[in-house]
């Protein structure tokens, strides 16, 4: 036992040889043919890994009828990317899609892989990781790395309900692999002139070596997509209830946004919580969020806080919302709101609808 222990303490300190791996590599998601925007957001993450690691930034497309999103992932900042384009992977699969991931992963030897932490990233990188074996960080919302000669992948996350923040390492395995957040990278600007290598991989795997079948695709309608949203319209305690954010709805209608809420109109019941903005909810990144009868507390802030616009109604000058937000009006959402929504309508020739008075005129 004590001799066991003695060799474990020896294999320790012999530090690994990890000089074959080198490269970041991000794992494209796709739906029928369309990238999740998570999946460009990690691109201009990873350039920024890879130029600090002095290093190739490597992207790759798993699908049928893809061959268009490997050239968006030259655009969006991959050195070069791989693909594999295949009817059998049409659809997502566990089994067939890690093959390929192996197969890449074998050939290229990236230091770093990085999946969207969507419901299919999450699947994929889990199923990859045991089979490697190497480490995997779930869920991220920071990455970053140590220069060389250490390399090492410094990926954060919320930690014990949220209440603190892990960072955490992986010293003995390679390639280091995390899942992160949508919305809280930037996509770099898409740059039409960047022509990259696309290497083509083949798919090992046919049909009949799948277990798995896809029957049919249902979506799930009327369920939000809030961090591919470009506009968010987003309701808080100010809304008073429920019939509310219909008020809000009609507003997002007109500029073709999504609604969102912060924790207190969820908690109250007002709103699904797959509507939630913030440290338990959402992290979002649209074009534009209004921030209508929402404080501002620091749970909803950090997750909306990188909109590029931030708009602000609260009757409550003082609402710490103000402080980050672009344009901010002091004043009755329920006067405010409908006012807004008419002058969009008017501007983008939208009938303007009996609702408008009627939710707005229900507090007003
Ligand atoms: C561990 C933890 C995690 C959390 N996670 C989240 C999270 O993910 N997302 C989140 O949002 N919160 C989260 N919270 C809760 C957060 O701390 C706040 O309680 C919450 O964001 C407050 O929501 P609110 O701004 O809608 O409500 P309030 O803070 O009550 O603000 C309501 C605002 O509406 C304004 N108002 C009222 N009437 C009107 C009117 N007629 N016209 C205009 N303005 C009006 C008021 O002036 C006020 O500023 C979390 C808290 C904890 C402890």
Known sequence: MAEQEQQTVEKKEKEPDFSDYRGVMIVVEQRYGKAKAVSWQLLGKGRELADKLETKLYALVIGHEVEHLAKEAGYYGADEVYLCDAPELK??????????CLKVIHQVKPEIVLFGATGTGRDLAGAIATHLPTGLTADTTELDVEPPPSRLLLASRPAFSEKMMATILCKRYRPQMATARAGVFQALPRDESREVPIIRVENDMKEEEIAARVLEF???????????????????????GPEAFGMLKELADALGGVVGASRAAVDAGWIS??????????????????????SGAVQHTVGMSNSEVIVAINKDENAPIFQIAHYGIVGDLFKIVPAITEAVKKKRGLPIGPLASTTGGNRA
């Open 91 to 100: 659809d997502y699969r566990t089994r067939p899609y890690s093959r390929v």
């Open 273 to 294: 919580h797959d509507h939630q903005v913030g440290q338990t909810g959402h992290t979002v990144r649209p074009k534009l969020y209004f921030a209508i009868g929402i």
């Open 218 to 240: 249902i979506s799930e309608t009327g369920k939000v997509n809030l961090e591919e949203a470009e506009i968010i319209v987003a309701g808080g305690r100010g809304l008073g």
